[in-house]
């Protein structure tokens, strides 16, 4: 499947920005940089800018900060709590490393004596086991690698565009059940803000998906087969809109924040690599709390017993962190 083009930066976000200070470039294929803006400051700028960002955010997937000086653990969630929701969602394990055990700061590594290790090796959103998901998420590069490695993005609203129109229409009618916690959500959602539709689907943490009968009000598990041939699809069309890893967040504290709902991202192979092959990687990333619950369409319940019986009868209902295995040859922890 061919990707597609993301929105170009409309003129009058980029003037709001110019009137604060603030510059930005317009990243390929997705994404922006933007530069003159101090993450650190204990004050968030004003709303009108703040929402500005956010909105490249919401059409671009994500914005790359370059710091001109060292940013703290502090400032970093500070920054975080700019957007969306406007506060952490604490949700995930402190590594012992963490700087003061700060819940709200999670730290990972490709040494396990520094953070966690092995996150994040397929497409996935954020707070995918939450009913409202995060709304956005930070990335902070406290210890770059020397040999690289990097973290794919990709925008879910491209994706979407990208695909058939049949898969268009049979994708809209599908929910995903959170292997974790049993929590519903749309395959396909609109975005709050782009109000453009997106696809949705964690490749590391779903353990069903539900079907909505064509024609009735009926609901069926898709089966083995079914949906490990839409985790393949899901998996081709975000691969052939990738972006390589934005060097950018990979320099000393570089910083990204992504729309957690409208981009997906994953550890590029690289990023997982020994330290002693790549060189010491450490990041810190910050959840930021949800807007709004991600509803499942049709009726469906925000939450289901992933746990207990099926049901819907016969079709794949797998609950727990192994979740379901599309493919044999991939890691799949998240």
């Known amino acids: 499947m061919p990707a597609k083009e993301v929105p170009a930066i409309d003129p009058e976000i980029k003037d709001t920005l ?62 975080s709590c700019w ?16 700087p003061g055990g700060n819940p709200n700061l999670f730290r990972f590594s490709n040494d396990h004596h520094h953070g966690i290790k092995g996150v994040g090796p397929q497409w996935h959103n954020d707070g995918s086991f939450n009913a409202d998901t995060f709304s956005h998420a930070g990335y902070h590069m406290v210890r770059a690698p020397e040999q690289g490695g990097g973290t794919h993005f990709a925008s879910q609203v491209a994706a979407f565009d990208a695909l058939q129109p049949e898969l268009k229409t049979y994708w809209s009618r599908l929910s995903s059940v959170n292997a974790t916690s049993g929590v519903v959500h749309p395959v396909v959602h609109t975005h709050p803000l782009s109000k453009r539709s997106c696809i949705w689907l964690h490749l590391g943490m779903t353990g069903a998906v539900i ?5 009735q009000n009926a609901f069926r598990l898709l089966d083995t087969s079914e949906l490990r041939d839409l985790c393949h699809r899901y998996n081709d069309v975000l691969n052939a809109g ?9 320099e000393y504290n570089g910083c990204i924040f992504i729309d957690d709902v409208a981009e997906a991202h994953r550890a590029a192979p690289k990023a997982h690599l020994s330290a002693r092959a790549q060189g010491l990687r450490i990041m810190h ?15 469906l319940p925000i939450r289901l017993n992933i746990f207990g019986p099926s049901p819907l009868g016969d079709g794949v209902w797998q609950g727990g962190d192994l979740s379901f295995r599309w493919d044999g040859n991939v890691p799949m922890r998240n």
């Open 18 to 79: 110019a009137a604060f200070g603030a510059s930005q470039t317009q990243l390929e294929p997705i994404g922006a940089a933007v530069r003159g803006l101090n993450l650190a400051s204990p004050t968030p700028p004003p709303a009108r800018v703040v929402q500005a960002l956010e909105y490249i955010m919401a059409e671009r997937g994500c914005v790359v900060f370059k710091n001109e000086s060292t940013l703290a653990a502090k400032g970093f969630l500070q920054a």
């Open 83 to 98: 957007w969306g929701g406007k506060e952490l969602h604490s949700t995930h394990d402190v590594h012992p490393a963490t």
């Open 211 to 215: 079907e909505k009968a064509e024609d």
């Open 242 to 250: 990738l972006t390589n890893g934005y060097a950018l967040a990979y």
């Open 285 to 299: 990333r910050s959840p930021v709390r949800g807007v709004q619950n991600l509803i499942p369409n049709f009726g």
